[in-house]
């Protein structure tokens, strides 16, 4: 069974437009956090919620709108997409602060 | 800015051969985390050592931890193809959340 699953995998879409990435964890953690991955291998952390709570909200443009309908879940949204917006997005939960467990993670191209 | 600072950026090495990649970071520390990834997929933890721990093991894996010289080190022992990717180390400061370093990525031949 998969641990943290993301969907999609890949999404290729036009500069302006609007688009959703899922994430789902089945292993009953409470904390769930959203990384954006740069070309160059960075990874840094955008958002994290514990029990559907927004915990961590790093500098990340307004466009960006994360939404946990329940702790099992936090998907982000993206409106108005730029082109800087490339990136692969790797979504992960933690139960407390321990290790973590990433989703496969999800390239999105904007063109 | 970036916590994490991992030496070197790039390591290539032959099968057997054992692979040292070093980490440091800026803050005090809880703990700190190494983490791997392959090629197109997400991270996997690997190890997590505490701030009052020096040394810790997993299977082929030997992890320093040097909180005075704020650095870490993970030792692959006896390396195959399969540990090629790239390896990140990860610590949490005051914040409550991760920050990851540059990473190395190691290329292990045949």
């Known amino acids: 069974d998969t641990a943290v699953s993301q969907t999609p995998k890949y999404l290729v879409t036009q500069m302006g437009n609007d688009k959703s990435i899922k994430c789902e964890q089945n292993?009953?953690?409470?904390?769930m956090y959203w990384y954006k991955q740069d070309s160059k291998k960075f990874l840094k952390i955008m958002f994290s919620?514990?029990?559907?709570?927004?915990?961590i909200n790093e500098t990340v443009p307004n466009r960006f709108s994360p939404k946990s309908p329940d702790k099992a879940h936090l998907n982000l949204h993206i409106n108005s997409l730029e082109l800087g917006d490339s990136a692969v997005y790797f979504c992960a939960s933690s139960q407390e602060w321990s290790e973590q467990f990433f989703g496969p993670g999800t390239r999105l191209t904007v063109l | 800015s970036q916590q994490g600072e991992e030496d070197p950026q790039a390591l290539s090495i032959q099968e057997g051969e054992n692979a040292t990649m070093n980490c440091s970071y800026k803050t005090s520390i809880n703990n700190l985390q190494w983490y791997r990834q392959n090629s197109g997929r997400g991270l996997v933890h690997l190890i997590l050592i505490r701030s009052n721990e020096r040394e810790k093991h997993s299977g082929r894996l030997r992890v320093t931890l040097d909180t005075s010289k704020k650095s870490s080190s993970l030792l692959i022992t006896a390396s195959r193809a399969a540990d090629t990717a790239s390896y990140f180390c990860a610590t949490d400061g005051a914040t409550d959340k991760l920050i990851f370093g540059t990473g190395t990525r190691l290329q292990v031949f045949p």
């Open positions: 292993l009953g953690h409470d904390t």
């Open positions: 919620y514990n029990n559907k709570e927004l915990i």
